[in-house]
């Protein structure tokens, strides 16, 4: 496969041929027909900056979770929201938890303004000189900044926090990303502003240098995540009539408040991070719809779930999502069939990037209800037997 391998990266067009001929050497190499990826659902051209190497689409079924009533800042009103998953009970279940959010007048939403982080490190010969670094950047903040946002219509940097470990050097670039999600926009930026730096006196004396020290927790699960934004924090939170509650739910506002706080328990014992039942479920399936770098929900999937009976005896929730990475521009957003999903939600057009957040902050919100409810009503399984597996006609699941 080597000479075969160095030939398909050599074919680095963006051409309907240079696909087909990708497809045919993978057929000669592999025995495999491909006859579904061969199916031409994209224009090959128009792809250039989301793939290499590009021979076909994976095809993903797509369900609409709603009617979703959502009172937050940007995103006021009803929405159906697009939800890209295999898994079958999923969209019913957000669907579920949505209704009764819209029977009690919506999930009122916030969502903060995005910060993104880039950290790279620089290795010094000493200490002493790593942190006599770290205090000339304060110092010439001004002029580091112009560097970096030179490279970015949208990007602005916010701050930059000096972090020394010995002699080592590790500067937190923290950036305001507009309706971007802005990992490429923080990482350009930060490139340009670093490259300026090592040209500087002090910092010629750097042994070693590297744009990302993976003190960012760029898509992964981390502490920091909790208490340190990178993305946009996102709360939600509804309060619903516990006649409402055993109506729907089937289960009244204790039983579903004593099943969420025996999962938080369990989450301590496991060494979670967070608390919460299945943000990454509800946020994976909406980014894939709408063109998110769905890596990173990873960090977008953690979390704190709070569920309480009232002293009314009525049902609060709350979801709190610390670091929600979405955007509506860039990335996969630019697809047809993702951009088709924003428009579903309005989320299509300049500006909606919060507002993108603050739906799916109801939407997971809507997610966690559902499954808890599910687990205090007992019907868990029943509903996973029902419509998470495939059934023949005229044979029982």
Not at 316 to 323: E, F, L
Not at 325 to 335: C, D, Y
Request: aromatic share 6%; hydrophobic share 45%.
């Amino acid at each position: 496969m080597t000479r075969s391998h160095s030939r398909l990266a050599r074919i680095n067009q963006w051409t309907e041929n240079a696909r087909l001929e990708r497809l045919h050497l993978l057929r000669r190499e592999t025995d495999a027909s491909l006859t579904q990826l061969a199916t031409p659902l994209e224009d090959p051209s128009e792809l250039r900056g989301q793939i290499e190497n590009y021979v076909g689409v994976v095809r993903m079924p797509v369900g609409v979770a709603g009617p979703l009533a959502v009172c937050g800042e940007d995103a006021v009103g009803t929405y159906y929201v697009p939800l890209a998953t295999t898994e079958g009970t999923l969209v019913l279940a957000v669907t579920r938890g949505a209704e009764v959010i819209t029977s009690a007048g919506g999930a009122s939403v916030h969502a903060s303004d995005s910060q993104v982080t880039r950290a790279p490190l620089f290795v010094f010969p000493t200490g002493v000189l790593a942190r006599a670094a770290g205090r000339w950047v304060i110092e010439n903040f001004g002029a580091i900044r112009a560097q970096a946002e030179a490279t970015t219509r949208h990007g602005q940097l916010l701050w930059i926090e000096p972090i020394t470990a010995g002699r080592r050097l590790v500067l937190e670039f923290t950036f305001r990303t507009g309706d971007a999600a802005g990992q490429n926009m923080v990482t350009f930026a930060a490139d340009a502003a670093c490259c300026w730096l090592r040209g500087q006196p002090l910092f010629s004396r750097v042994e070693f240098y590297t744009l990302e020290s993976n003190l960012s927790h760029d898509k992964k699960i981390a502490n920091l995540t909790q208490a340190h934004r990178r993305g946009r924090q996102v709360n939600a939170e509804v309060t619903i009539p516990r006649a409402e509650v055993v109506r729907r739910f089937r289960a009244d506002p204790q039983a579903i408040a004593r099943v969420a706080l025996e999962g938080a328990y369990s989450s301590i014992l496991s060494g979670a991070v967070g608390a919460q039942a299945q943000f990454a479920n509800v946020l994976a399936a909406l980014f894939v719809a709408t063109g998110q770098d769905v890596a990173t929900v990873t960090e977008s999937g953690t979390g704190l779930t709070v569920i309480e009976e009232t002293a009314a005896g009525d049902l609060y929730a709350s979801v709190t999502i610390p670091n929600l990475l979405v955007g509506s521009v860039g990335g996969g957003t630019r697809l047809p069939s993702q951009r088709e999903c924003l428009d579903l939600i309005g989320c299509a057009q300049s500006g909606s990037a919060r507002k993108l957040a603050e739906i799916a902050g109801a939407a997971v919100l809507a997610g966690e209800l559902a499954l808890v409810a599910a687990l205090a009503s007992d019907t868990f399984a029943q509903a996973h037997a029902a419509y998470g597996r495939p059934r023949k006609t005229g044979t029982a699941a």
